[in-house]
């Protein structure tokens, strides 16, 4: 079974700065994709970011970034020139890439509050 | 393209009656899939459907839920003889498979369990 670890219950980060928000995971497998979700207090859950773990390369989507670290089994997510609309709870997500059954049953972290204060 | 939807947003029960929950997908997805939230976690995987076929149960799904999804379109999930520990946001999920791995969610019901 594969386990998400979020160990940053709350961050918080002044407008227009940089934050960094940790993930780790357990598992044996080689082939999956990892995620971030943000959930405002709309709940709706927005994908924000995702990773393919056999492409070396971070993903990049504007100004969020991933440092995919697939040894050390970590993906972290920098946030830059944050803005108020980026306040929200994030989830780090796992999802086994199997194909069938697998797609689409994620794991997720506990989450990580963010505040981005003016 | 207008989202996934989930009815009601909010509802409150007595202990021991049944709930129903709606979801309606985005239009061409033929996975749907159901998550419970509790406060303070992230969401656990319960249930999917492809087409209108159940693939997939977790054993978080006790048998006082039942979920469907008649012709491959939205989908209830009934919780019969509700407890307190079912208090929970039940989110739904879709997705089209196999073209693509992103799972769209909705906002959610909000269940509490007096």
């Known amino acids: 079974a594969q386990t998400v670890t979020q160990s940053q219950p709350e961050m918080s980060v002044q407008e227009a700065e940089t934050v960094t928000l940790s993930c780790t995971y357990d598992?044996?497998?080689?082939?999956?994709?990892l995620f971030w979700y943000k959930q405002p207090p709309s709940r709706q859950m927005i994908l924000v970011i995702r990773?393919?773990?056999?492409?070396?390369q971070n993903a990049t989507e504007n100004r969020f970034s991933v440092n995919f670290q697939k040894a050390a089994k970590s993906f972290s997510l920098k946030i830059s020139d944050s803005q108020l609309g980026d306040t929200a709870m994030y989830f780090c997500?796992?999802?086994?890439?199997?194909?069938?059954?697998?797609?689409?049953?994620?794991?997720f972290g506990q989450g990580t509050i963010l505040t981005v204060h003016p | 393209d207008t989202g996934v939807s989930q009815d009601p947003r909010h509802k409150i029960t007595k202990r021991g009656q049944n709930v129903t929950f709606r979801c309606d997908p985005i239009s061409e997805h033929n996975r749907l899939y159901w998550y419970r939230q509790t406060l303070g976690q992230g969401p656990e995987f319960l249930t999917y459907f492809q087409n209108e076929a159940q693939l997939e149960k977790s054993r978080l799904l006790s048998d006082r839920f039942s979920a469907e999804r008649p012709k491959g379109s939205f989908s209830t999930l009934e919780i019969q003889r509700t407890e307190q520990g079912d208090s929970a946001m039940y989110l739904c999920a879709s997705s089209l498979w196999p073209t693509n791995e992103k799972l769209f969610f909705g906002s959610g019901t909000q269940l509490s369990v007096l």
């Open positions: 990773q393919e773990a056999y492409k070396q």
């Open positions: 598992t044996s497998e080689n082939n999956y994709y």
């Open positions: 997500a796992f999802m086994l890439n199997a194909g069938g059954t697998s797609y689409g049953k994620l794991t």
